[in-house]
């Protein structure tokens, strides 16, 4: 894997890859640890050996019976069957994973725990849903948010699934501190629940902007690298690669197994609603309102727009040279590093210099170009919101 913060669709296919590939879950030892005695006894031995998650989301879901429930990233399908006893004969289960190889391990799991009548298990992604609107009472979810590369689009699909007041409760991994980029760039640290872990703050955030209302998020299990390693998804590199990189007194917490609890708002905001977006502008750094810049050790960044889903890249313009005039259906932010340029908008060009921002609406037709010298180097951001 590249020294390299990954892509979507990179991570997409490693998550893919890594849970296709597992021989078995974490199993007893992690299972005894999250759940206790009474709940592994309701559940057959398969589905614990193939437990993945980092707590237990059906022990304080509140479920009753005869409800729907919807369980996010399913896999082997051991909170299906705890939250198909819950609900009851006359209750609904609908667990949903990327792998069909999961709903077929949850299916049989489900059967030999005689509540397969009341479960579905379906193939499918939790940034799409399969999965009609307004039609879930309580979506739960254990490890598996993280593995998302887009949670706000997969928090907005459990608010769509949600009745109104419906109520999320999902366990996964909060990490307080940034780790090491070399451990964030790499795929099983991500297949682990670690690299793709957000803090509480942000998860908070995001769960606002999806919709959801009452947020709670309280700390449940630590988990340091000896506990992590009880997943067959981190490999020998990868703990050998925290191991080095972390700091020792860090490296028995490097992640907290949170559980958020939630209730859907009674009406979603309607983003055709919405209003128009900012005009496309063009400005420098210097006139950002200070408030928004935020300070680390050594680090000095500006928020140019507070965002969620955000593709960073840096782009060189060669001199005479122009990116082709296009238009997608993301907001598109640039600051300028070097040289000298212009944004050619469908009225004006926009002069651009070193410290120039921009902001380009969804579907303006722009295109970027280089006037002077030197290459034009600007650091841009798309932002999938
Ligand atoms: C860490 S495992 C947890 C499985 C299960 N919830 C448990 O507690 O044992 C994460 C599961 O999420 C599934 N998954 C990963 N990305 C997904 C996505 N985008 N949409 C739906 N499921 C996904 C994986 O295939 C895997 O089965």
Same mark, same amino acid.
């Given at each position: 894997?590249?020294?390299?913060l990954m892509y979507q669709d990179d991570i997409r296919e490693v998550v893919r ?26 559940? +057959? ?43 009851? +004969? ?35 992604e939790?940034e799409s ?18 593995l998302s590369p887009r949670k706000s689009r997969a ?35 991500w297949?682990?629940?670690?690299a793709g ?34 997943? +067959? ?75 969620e889903d955000v593709e960073l890249k ?16 993301h ?51 798309d932002c999938f919101v």
């Open positions: 894997m590249a020294d390299d890859v890594a849970y296709r590939g597992l021989p078995h879950g974490a199993g007893p030892r992690m299972a005894t640890r999250l759940y206790d005695a009474a709940e592994l006894a309701e559940v +057959p031995r398969e589905a614990i050996g193939w437990a993945l998650g980092v707590g237990d989301p059906v022990r304080r879901a509140g479920l009753a019976a005869g409800d729907v429930v919807l369980d996010l990233g399913c896999g082997g399908g051991i909170d299906s069957i705890l939250a198909a006893r819950r609900v009851g +004969p006359t209750g609904r289960v609908i667990g949903v994973d990327l792998l069909e190889e999961m709903c077929q391990r949850a299916r049989a799991a489900a059967a030999a725990a005689a509540v397969g009548e009341r479960c579905e298990f379906r193939e499918g939790m849903l399969p999965v009609a609107d307004a039609s879930v009472d309580v979506v739960i979810s254990n490890g598996a948010l993280n928090l907005a699909e459990a608010a769509r699934v949600l009745v109104p007041g419906g109520r999320l409760c999902l366990v996964d991994l909060a990490v307080e501190q940034d780790l090491p980029p070399e451990v964030l760039a790499s795929g099983a640290a297949a682990g629940c670690i872990a957000v803090s509480e703050r942000v998860l908070a955030a995001k769960l606002a902007r999806a919709g959801f209302v009452d947020v709670q998020i309280t700390q449940r299990e630590t988990f340091g690298i000896d506990d992590v390693a009880a997943y +067959p998804l981190f490999t020998d590199e990868v703990l050998e690669l925290m191991r080095r990189l972390i700091p020792a007194d860090a490296q028995q917490r490097i992640a907290v197994g949170v559980e958020v609890h939630a209730t859907r708002a009674a009406v979603l905001a309607d983003h055709a609603d919405a209003p128009e977006a900012e005009p496309t502008r063009v400005g420098h750094l210097d006139d950002l309102d200070p408030a928004e810049a935020a300070e680390a050790p050594g680090v000095d960044v500006r928020h140019l727009k507070r965002v840096v782009l060189d313009v060669e001199p005479g040279g122009s990116t082709p005039y296009h238009r997608h259906p907001a598109h932010q640039g600051v300028v590093v070097a040289g000298q340029g212009a944004v050619r908008l469908r009225d004006r060009r926009e002069p651009l210099e070193p410290g120039s921002v921009f902001f380009v609406r969804p579907n303006e037709q722009h295109a970027i170009e280089c006037r002077g010298e030197r290459p034009l180097r600007f650091v841009c951001m």
